[in-house]
C-alpha cells in the first residue's frame, strides 16, 4: 500500500508532464500554405486557364518594322480610264466573238463628241489589263475613221500628244505598240497639223531604234509620218533622228 506521500508525488508529476504537453501543442503554429506550395499541390484537372505565354521581340523587330506593300494586288487603285470605264463614262463595250472581239457602241460614233472622249481613248493606250487595252486601242482606231474627224482631233493635239507621248515611254512593248500605232493614224487625220507637236514625240522612237524588233516597225511608221506630214516633215524627223531617209530619196 502507497504511503500519502508517493501518492503525492505521483499526482504532481502527473500535473508537470501533462501540464508541457499542453504547452508544447499549444505552441504548434500552422502556416498558410505559400503561392508555389499551393500550385504543387493543386489538381492538374484544375480549370483555371494557364496565363498565354508572349513570345519575346527580336532586336531585328525594331529595325524591321512591318509595312503594307504598296504594291500588292490590293493596294493599287483603279486607273482613271477603269475607272471611267466601270461608270459607264466609255459609250462601248466589248463584244466577244468566236473568231474575234469587237465594240459594240451605244450610239453612232459620228454623234460621240471627241472632247474629252477621244482623249480619254488615248490615255487608255496605257492600259495592261483586258478589256481595257481592247477598248482603248479599238475605239481611238473607230472614232478616228468617222466622218469630220480632222476638224474635231486637231484642236485636241495640244492635249492627245502628251498623252501619246507617256504611252511611247512606256517600257511595256504592247503599251509601245498601241502608242506607235495611235500616233500614226492620229497622223493620219490631221495631217501637217501634228508637224508642230512631232518633235516631242520623236525621242522615245529614236530610242527604240536601237531594238531590233522594233526598229522595221518605227521605219515604217516614220515613213507614214513623212507620207501624211508633207515635206516639212523629213526636216523634223531628221532633227531627232538623223539616220533616217526620206522615202522621196
Known sequence: MKSPFSTLCHLLLCQHVGSNVLKMSSGIQIKPKTAVQKNKTSSPLSCSPEPAIKPQRKPSDKLNPKTIDPFGAYSRPPSA??????????????????????????CLPETVPFDPLLVTLAEGLRETKHPYTFVSKEGFKELLMVEGATEKAIPLLPRLVPVLKAALAHSDDEVFGRGLDALVQLSAVVGPSLNDH????????????????????????????????????????KSKIPTYCSISS
Open 198 to 237: 512631232l518633235k516631242h514625240l520623236l525621242t522615245n522612237l529614236s530610242r527604240r531604234l536601237m531594238d531590233k524588233k522594233f526598229r522595221e516597225k518605227i521605219t515604217v511608221a516614220l515613213q507614214k509620218l513623212e507620207q501624211y506630214g508633207g515635206k516639212a516633215t523629213v526636216a523634223i524627223i
Open 81 to 106: 480610264f477603269a475607272a471611267i470605264y466601270a461608270k459607264g463614262g466609255i459609250p462601248c463595250r466589248l463584244v466577244h466573238g468566236s473568231v474575234k472581239h469587237r465594240l459594240q457602241w451605244e
